[in-house]
T-cell receptor, first 113, second 113 residues
Framework: NAGVTQTPKFQVLKTGQSMTLQCAQD?????MYWYRQDPGMGLRLIYY???????DKGEVPNGYNVSRLNKREFSLRLESAAPSQTSVYFC????????????FGNGTRLTVT | AQSVTQPDIHITVSEGASLELRCNYS??????LFWYVQSPGQGLQLLLK????DTLVQGIKGFEAEFKRSQSSFNLRKPSVHWSDAAEYFC???????????WGAGTKLIIKP
């Protein structure tokens, strides 16, 4: 009964380093999302994948890339981390479009120094 | 512009007291409305959703919300709060043809013993 699994849970990077956040869901959902959460700003969509093989930019895509590896997995890559990318990152999935409820992972807390 | 406003950043209520969290939205089309809850260190969990029909919707954990189209509101209520309800609550709106939810900034609920 895993739902949405994110790894790692915590990460500290130096400015300029790269890393990939991993996300997998076992609910056979079509759509997957990457959000960042910053205090007082709610959730902001970075990228989403409506279905396997497609990805689209969200509200704050700059500095990030994504890969929808297969139906289960959706990764987020920071090529050259910046302090402004310090945040909590959440992966989510849904059966279909925006009116389908989202299922969230437990988040990755990223600090860039 | 499409937006969701949660006017209260923090709300403090005594255990056993009633609760109402406010949510106002601005959305051009027929809205799909959601309330999510986030416990500390966790991802978000769906409390309830409104798509159509009865404007009073019931959710998990004893929560309910009422859709008022004339007031563009979707307020969350609970008759008697428990200490375990301490969390952050997010209101969100979506359309039926897109993948990008619009999120409020959240309301942090503090429970006084």
């Amino acid at each position: 009964n895993a739902g949405v699994t994110q790894t790692p849970k915590f990460q500290v990077l130096k400015t300029g380093q790269s890393m990939t956040l991993q996300c997998a869901q076992d609910m056979n959902h079509n759509s997957m999302y990457w959000y960042r959460q910053d205090p007082g700003m709610g959730l902001r969509l970075i990228y989403y994948s409506a279905s396997e093989g497609t990805t689209d930019k969200g509200e704050v895509p700059n500095g990030y890339n994504v890969s929808r590896l297969n139906k289960r997995e959706f990764s987020l890559r920071l090529e050259s981390a910046a302090p402004s990318q310090t945040s909590v990152y959440f992966c989510a999935s849904s059966a279909d479009r925006g009116n389908s409820p989202l299922h969230f992972g437990n988040g990755t807390r990223l600090t860039v120094t | 512009a499409q937006s969701v406003t949660q006017p209260d950043i923090h709300i403090t209520v005594s255990e056993g007291a009633s609760l109402e969290l406010r949510c106002n939205y601005s959305y051009g089309a027929t809205p799909y409305l959601f309330w999510y809850v986030q416990s500390p260190g966790q991802g978000l969990q769906l409390l309830l959703k409104y798509f159509s029909g009865d404007t009073l919707v019931q959710g998990i954990k004893g929560f309910e919300a009422e859709f008022k189209r004339s007031q563009s509101s979707f307020n969350l209520r609970k008759p008697s709060v428990h200490w375990s309800d301490a969390a952050e609550y997010f209101c969100a709106v979506a359309g039926d043809s897109n993948y990008q939810l619009i999120w409020g900034a959240g309301t942090k609920l503090i429970i006084k013993p």
